[in-house]
């Protein structure tokens, strides 16, 4: 029987890993699209905001038709009110914008594979201290030292994905040295801030609904990139031309349906086993994505096969309940 407030831990729902794995592949696809919509537009940051400003024109878009909807809305300020929720819950979408600012700067130059390979190494050792102290809506869970190595041994796959790659002539980043280890950190720091973001957004979902997490989410993630985007455009000015092919525009919706379904499926997974999931939907689609685009190398699968030990590894043990959170 489990402590009132915590989930019981008995087994793993069967749609959970298949929301999980569905989660990963949308987050490699996305990657492939903001990627090749920055290299474009040649500005990462307007393909982050690009991207964000869609996803949340299509949100307030079907608050405008279904007032259920809106009515979740009101429930996050009524909990905010009440003290269930506290602000800093609601800031999810700054590590969002952050992700997809990294996917626009560096899946163009480093591939969606090596992409993956850092996000996994960041979001795996973030996961464990998120779960840890329970942040996320499943409460908290033990940290064992299957868990550390796991994670030591995902670091070391971005080293080694990143071998072999070099930056394509012309994309470079300006005031950037072509270094593909620089172009690996980033997102491998976006990958850190995905753990929380997925345990904030499962709070703000437990209360108001999934609708209204995303919603947090992409308002507050394209705030933040609208103030950055605005000095880029002071210093350098707009894009010289804007792209016209329509798939180029199609990241901030998927975006919109895996951060829903993110929503739901933590409080169901808890944000390991959420990432473990997502990292197995996320490798499958960008080795596929890499392959069919011919820049698969062959340390980046040598990086890949590494983080997907380093997931079975941290799955056999995943750890048990610390406390009530």
Do not use: K
């Amino acid at each position: 029987m489990s402590t009132p407030g915590t989930p019981a831990r008995r087994g793993v729902p069967p749609l959970g890993l298949l929301f999980g794995f569905a989660i990963g592949a949308g987050v490699a696809v996305q990657g492939r699209i903001n990627g090749a919509l920055g290299a474009r537009l040649d500005d990462g940051i307007a393909a982050a905001t690009i991207s964000f400003g869609t996803g949340a024109l299509a949100l307030l878009l079907v608050a405008a038709c279904a007032p259920r909807l809106r009515h979740g809305i009101g429930q996050v300020r009524t909990a905010l009110a009440e003290g269930v929720l506290r602000p800093w819950q609601l800031l999810g979408g700054l590590c969002g914008a952050f992700f997809v600012a990294a996917q626009s700067f560096t899946v163009a130059l480093i591939g969606v594979t090596a992409f993956t390979v850092a996000v996994v190494a960041g979001q795996l050792v973030s996961s464990l201290a998120v779960d840890r102290l329970g942040l996320g809506p499943a409460g908290r869970t033990a940290i064992t030292a299957t868990r550390l190595f796991a994670a030591a041994l995902a670091i070391g796959a971005v080293t080694v994905a990143a071998l072999g790659r070099s930056v394509p002539p012309g994309a470079s980043v300006p005031g950037l040295p072509d270094l593909p280890y620089l172009f690996a950190l980033l997102p491998a720091l976006a990958g850190v801030g995905l753990a929380w973001q997925q345990a904030v957004n499962g709070r703000v979902g437990a209360v108001a609904g999934p609708f209204a997490a995303t919603l947090a989410n992409f308002t507050v993630g394209l705030l933040a990139l609208l103030v950055l985007d605005a000095a880029v455009v002071a210093t350098h000015g707009l894009p010289r031309a804007f792209p016209t092919a329509p798939w180029l525009y199609l990241g901030g919706l998927i975006g919109v349906v895996f951060i829903a379904l993110a929503a739901v499926t933590v409080r169901l997974l808890g944000v390991l086993l959420l990432g473990l999931t997502s990292v197995a939907g996320q490798l499958a689609a960008s080795v596929a994505l890499d392959l069919a685009a011919g820049t698969l190398s062959s340390p980046t699968v040598v990086g890949c096969v590494i983080v997907a030990a380093a997931v079975l590894l941290a799955a056999v043990r995943p750890g048990g309940p610390v406390s009530p959170s």
